[in-house]
Every structure is written in structure tokens, then in C-alpha cells.
T-cell receptor, first 117, second 113 residues
Framework: AQTVTQSQPEMSVQEAETVTLSCTYDTSESNYYLFWYKQPPSRQMILVIRQEAYKQQNATENRFSVNFQKAAKSFSLKISDSQLGDTAMYFCAFRDFYGGSQGNLIFGKGTKLSVKP | ETGVTQTPRHLVMGMTNKKSLKCEQHLGHNAMYWYKQSAKKPLELMFVYSLEERVENNSVPSRFSPECPNSSHLFLHLHTLQPEDSALYLC????????????FGSGTQLSVL
């Protein structure tokens, strides 16, 4: 069974600095999707960034980028120029490429990020 | 602004009550989901509906009863819940059940007394 592990329950960063959130996963599949979701105090889960495992190039969305290491089964999120609005819970998630359990994202337990002024 | 709206935002109920959670999506999607988010646990998929038909039920107790009358609306009917059912219940939708991009609502925070 696939598992997702986020080893950092809480992190903090100063505004304008860079922070990296860690995520490792376990799967026997070769094709899959990886995601980072953000959940601010409003509680809505918002997709931050998405990576397709068969693509070697790391995904980037503005200030958010990932370091995808397929062999190591590692998928870290880097937030550059941190802003106060980045304060949220961040969840790493995995989904089988073929959607074996349709819609079944496997989530980690989350990392609580606080951006300090 | 979210394309997925959930009501109520908060709900407190006794173990003998019957209540319903509502989800509405304005994105023209064909698949809808219920997830449970408990404190210090990963999100758990409860139900998946595709074109109003249930396609996944992850061994959820029968005290949770989903209903999907059309592709825009999803309900979760609750009856005789237990205190351990207290959690944030999140609704999500996607273009179809094979599409990996999910759009979430803001959830209903449920407390069972």
C-alpha cells in the first residue's frame, strides 16, 4: 500500500525567506502523481503544485517549486520569498496514475507552516 | 472564491440526532467526493460519486449515508454518530473520477457530543 510521510509537524520561516518542506512516499508503481496542497485557516484545501512521476523536470508555480527525487521517493516543496499569506497547513499527497481507487489521494499528516513578520 | 460550497460551516449534534451535510459545486464537474479530516490523522476518502453513481465506498460505517441527486449536489446524511466521528468533513469535485485535480470546499466542522 502507498504511504506518504511528512516528518516535520511544524515549521516557521521569516517573511521573505525561503523554506523547504519535506515529503517521502512509498509505492511500487512507476507512474503516479504527487501533489502539495495548502490548507489555510479558512480550511479550504488548495492545490499548490502537481508533479507527474514520468516527468523528470521539477514542477514550478511562481514562488513554489518542488525537488522530485524519484529514486529516493522524495518530493519536497520549496517556498521562496515567503509571505504572511503562506501561513497554513501543507499536505503532501500521492495518487496512482491509473486511479485504481478513483479519486483516492493518499495524504500525509501535514506540516504546519508559520510565516513570521 | 471557491467553486465548491459546503454548508453548514459548523455543526454540533448529539449522538441520537439526524443531520445532513450539503455540498454544491459550480464547476461543471462530474465527480464528487467526501473526505474526513481528523485531528493528527491523514485525510481519509469516504465516498466517490461519478455521474451521480457511487463508485467507491471505503468501508465507511452505515451511520454515514451519502446521496448524490445530481452532478452538482452531494449530501452526507448522519445518524446515531459517535464522539469519534467528530472531524472536519471536506467535499471535493473533479472533472471526472479519473481526473487527478480535485477542488475542495471549506468543510463542515462536526462535533458529536
Amino acid at each position: 500500500a502507498q504511504t506518504v510521510t511528512q516528518s516535520q509537524p511544524e515549521m516557521s520561516v521569516q517573511e521573505a525567506e525561503t523554506v523547504t518542506l519535506s515529503c517521502t512516499y512509498d509505492t511500487s508503481e512507476s507512474n503516479y502523481y504527487l501533489f502539495w496542497y495548502k490548507q489555510p485557516p479558512s480550511r479550504q484545501m488548495i492545490l499548490v503544485i502537481r508533479q507527474e512521476a514520468y516527468k523528470q523536470q521539477n514542477a514550478t508555480e511562481n514562488r513554489f517549486s518542488v525537488n522530485f527525487q524519484k529514486a529516493a521517493k522524495s518530493f519536497s516543496l520549496k517556498i521562496s520569498d515567503s509571505q504572511l499569506g503562506d501561513t497554513a497547513m501543507y499536505f503532501c499527497a500521492f495518487r496512482d496514475f491509473y486511479g485504481g481507487s478513483q479519486g483516492n489521494l493518499i495524504f500525509g499528516k501535514g506540516t504546519k507552516l508559520s510565516v513570521k513578520p | 472564491e471557491t467553486g465548491v460550497t459546503q454548508t453548514p460551516r459548523h455543526l454540533v449534534m448529539g449522538m441520537t440526532n439526524k443531520k445532513s451535510l450539503k455540498c454544491e459545486q459550480h464547476l461543471g464537474h462530474n465527480a464528487m467526493y467526501w473526505y474526513k479530516q481528523s485531528a493528527k490523522k491523514p485525510l481519509e476518502l469516504m465516498f466517490v460519486y461519478s455521474l451521480e453513481e457511487r463508485v467507491e465506498n471505503n468501508s465507511v460505517p452505515s451511520r454515514f449515508s451519502p446521496e448524490c441527486p445530481n452532478s452538482s449536489h452531494l449530501f452526507l446524511h448522519l445518524h446515531t454518530l459517535q464522539p469519534e466521528d467528530s472531524a472536519l468533513y471536506l467535499c471535493a469535485s473533479s472533472q471526472d473520477s479519473t481526473n487527478e485535480k480535485l477542488f475542495f470546499g471549506s468543510g463542515t466542522q462536526l462535533s458529536v457530543l
